[in-house]
T-cell receptor, first 111, second 112 residues
Framework: DAKTTQPPSMDCAEGRAANLPCNHSTISGNEYVYWYRQIHSQGPQYIIHGLKNNETNEMASLIITEDRKSSTLILPHATLRDTAVYYCIAVTTDSWGKFQFGAGTQVVVTP | GAVVSQHPSRVICKSGTSVKIECRSL??????MFWYRQFPKQSLMLMATSNEGSKATYEQGVEKDKFLINHASLTLSTLTVTSAHPEDSSFYIC????????FGQGTRLTVV
């Protein structure tokens, strides 16, 4: 699975949009981009995933560049409860669920 | 959504004893589950793939005789840390795959 690179930390003001970048320049055509987050001392929580098209759900939006070498997770209106470590993972269906987690981005939402 | 439950959420054990951690998929069947370990201020590290009805597949560097995995049913995988030592103290997390990969809430193991 392709390696992903994320900034180590990011601050965001409550109520503002949080844009979390992820670089996956070696991603292959059959690898999906998944985003999970981990609130302190809990198991990771699924946020969103995509292959080529942009995706949106009740939690977030995922923007994938046309060349698929990078993506951005958008939390439209950050709340204090969004403070967590956010992980971007590239994975194929062959290794479904077998995630190689990187360091992720520590997002701190401040009042 | 699908739920994966781990038990216990916290455990303290004495050095040299064994500890069993259970991972259950509550509303779906999972032929494959995964076990991760997370040390403080670090990311999750995949330990092994648990396959229902067959032997687990361990990642490089993970001792299969120390971390025993049993996946006897489609809804239950167990991880037993044998002869635990303080360096085994960690946060252990399981996941099970349905339409997506769902994670348990984790088990905090402290070996004293």
């Amino acid at each position: 699975d392709a390696k992903t690179t994320q900034p180590p930390s990011m601050d965001c003001a409550e109520g503002r949009a949080a844009n979390l970048p992820c670089n996956h320049s070696t991603i292959s055509g059959n690898e999906y981009v998944y985003w999970y987050r981990q609130i302190h001392s809990q198991g990771p929580q699924y946020i969103i995933h995509g292959l080529k098209n942009n995706e949106t759900n009740e939690m977030a939006s995922l923007i994938i560049t046309e060349d698929r070498k990078s993506s951005t997770l958008i939390l439209p209106h950050a709340t204090l409860r969004d403070t967590a470590v956010y992980y971007c993972i590239a994975v194929t269906t062959d290794s479904w669920g077998k995630f190689q987690f990187g360091a992720g981005t520590q997002v701190v939402v401040t009042p | 959504g699908a739920v994966v439950s781990q038990h216990p959420s916290r455990v303290i054990c004495k050095s040299g004893t064994s500890v069993k951690i259970e991972c259950r998929s509550l509303d779906f069947q999972a032929t494959t589950m995964f076990w991760y370990r997370q040390f403080p201020k670090q990311s999750l590290m995949l330990m092994a793939t648990s396959n229902e009805g067959s032997k687990a597949t361990y990642e490089q560097g993970v001792e299969k005789d120390k971390f025993l995995i049993n996946h006897a049913s489609l809804t239950l995988s167990t991880l037993t840390v044998t002869s635990a030592h303080p360096e085994d103290s960690s946060f252990y997390i399981c996941s099970a795959v349905d339409t997506e990969a769902f994670f348990g809430q984790g088990t905090r193991l402290t070996v004293v």
